[in-house]
């Protein structure tokens, strides 16, 4: 198969001269793909599965698979869903028969979120997903199911609403400004409490953010599901296992000094925690267990505890030791002296699940590449939705600064403080 484009894609949405985009398919559901321009630029095709940042006479050979998860995380303007608070309440009316009261949206990286009450009394999340995703309805069933899962199984986590024919999701053609698309949409209940960041951070709340996410873990660990396989997404660029990824986006950082960081996080990565896979612990994770995405209320004590566990866009066969560097990542970023914070999650997870020598030796450099992930995957996907920066950028600039502290004190230090903080608190408990 062959197929051949012209696109004029630039991120700045300016003119630009039409370029000739070659797609050829090789044995073995492989790529092959060809540009030809008259000045550097970004690639959208006619197909939203494929697209590419490449310099002058670039010439690439990439996976089927690796194009889709390339396409999922940078999606085109198109991908997104832009439904109107209108075609929102009607979609609620017309399959779940309910009267939306009130409406209003929610921030989302690359779906979109309605917050809706009813006037039968009830409170819910209309989620829609972007049309890329949409493609993949085994991955949102997937991920559905872990959400009912966990939540039959005492975690705070989202279940859904069931059609009036009884189906967990649907499937919307909907023209939102740039032609008819495809959404899979899902109503869900709405959790109690507010994003984590918004609370003063306690050493308790934290503890009960690692125990939390080491408990949701376990559980996942115990879910069966015919199509499970589904979950190893071997190319998800959000994958702790796909840092040596970035190398292809780091371009972005040109002229930025954390340009030299993030290479030389990336470096360790190779040389120190790759080799160490066949010792950390398998499992089915979260993948994106950070401030936004953990929810909580005031307790009897005049503290907060836990009250919900959302978005499961970025579950993943993964490692134990992935959702612990994730969530110690996250959840630096609104606290005041970060290097706090790892103690008492760890403190937290290991009372559920504790570290084995290779995991606890590579924690260190695996938070960083989550820095490193975050802020040069922000920084691309900022080029194809400019106007999403505020939300894109969110979580990268705040940890720009914690990237470059935790880089300089360095990991034998960092991991001195954390480790003994875990072992006071848990002396404590």
Excluded at 135 to 146: C, M, V
Excluded at 249 to 272: C, F, N, W
């Amino acid at each position: 198969m062959t197929k051949e484009y012209w696109t004029s894609v630039r991120p700045d949405r300016t003119k630009a001269p039409r370029n000739r985009f070659i797609l050829k398919r090789l044995p073995g559901h492989t790529f092959l793909v060809l540009y030809f321009w008259m000045k550097p630029t970004f690639f959208c095709t006619l197909e939203p599965w494929s697209r590419a940042i490449s310099d002058r006479g670039s010439l690439h050979v990439v996976t089927h698979r690796e194009v889709c998860d390339v396409n999922r995380d940078m999606s085109t303007n198109h991908a997104k869903p832009n439904f109107s608070q209108s075609q929102a309440a009607e979609i609620v009316k017309k399959h779940y028969n309910l009267t939306p009261s009130q409406l209003h949206r929610l921030p989302s990286y690359d779906d979109q979120n309605f917050c809706i009450a009813t006037v039968e009394g009830g409170k819910y999340l209309l989620k829609i997903m972007n049309s890329v995703n949409t493609k993949d309805p085994t991955l949102i069933e997937l991920q559905t199911y872990a959400m009912n899962f966990l939540h039959e199984n005492g975690l705070p986590t989202q279940m859904t609403i069931k059609t009036t024919m009884g189906q967990d999701m649907i499937l919307e053609d909907i023209d939102c400004g740039s032609g008819l698309q495809k959404h899979l949409v899902r109503l869900l209940t709405y959790l109690p409490g507010v994003p984590i960041h918004e609370v003063p951070s306690s050493s308790q709340l934290l503890y009960e953010v690692g125990q939390t996410a080491a408990r949701m873990d376990n559980t996942l660990k115990e879910m069966k599901h015919p199509q499970l396989c589904v979950l190893q997404r071997d190319g998800f660029i959000w994958s702790l296992s796909n840092i040596p990824i970035l190398e292809k986006y780091i371009k972005v950082l040109d002229g930025d000094p954390l340009l030299e960081v993030v290479r030389s996080v990336l470096q360790q990565y190779k040389t120190a925690v790759a080799p160490k896979y066949s010792s950390f612990r398998t499992c089915v994770i979260h993948g994106d267990f950070n401030d936004l995405n953990v929810l909580v209320q005031a307790n009897e004590t005049n503290g907060y505890k836990i009250s919900g566990i959302i978005d499961f866009g970025d579950m993943n066969f993964g490692y134990y030791i992935y959702e612990l560097a994730i969530t110690i990542t996250y959840m630096m970023l609104e606290h005041p002296n970060p290097i706090d914070v790892a103690g008492p999650i760890l403190a937290g997870w290991e009372s559920v699940f504790p570290l084995n020598a290779a995991e606890r030796e590579c924690l260190f450099w695996l938070v960083l590449s989550r820095l490193c992930q975050s802020l040069v995957m922000a920084r691309f996907s900022v080029t194809f939705q400019p106007e999403n920066e505020e939300y894109l950028m969110l979580s990268s600039k705040k940890g720009i600064t914690v990237l470059r502290k935790l880089f300089e004190i360095g990991k034998e230090q960092v991991e001195k403080v954390w480790f003994q903080s875990a072992a006071q608190f848990s002396d404590k408990k």
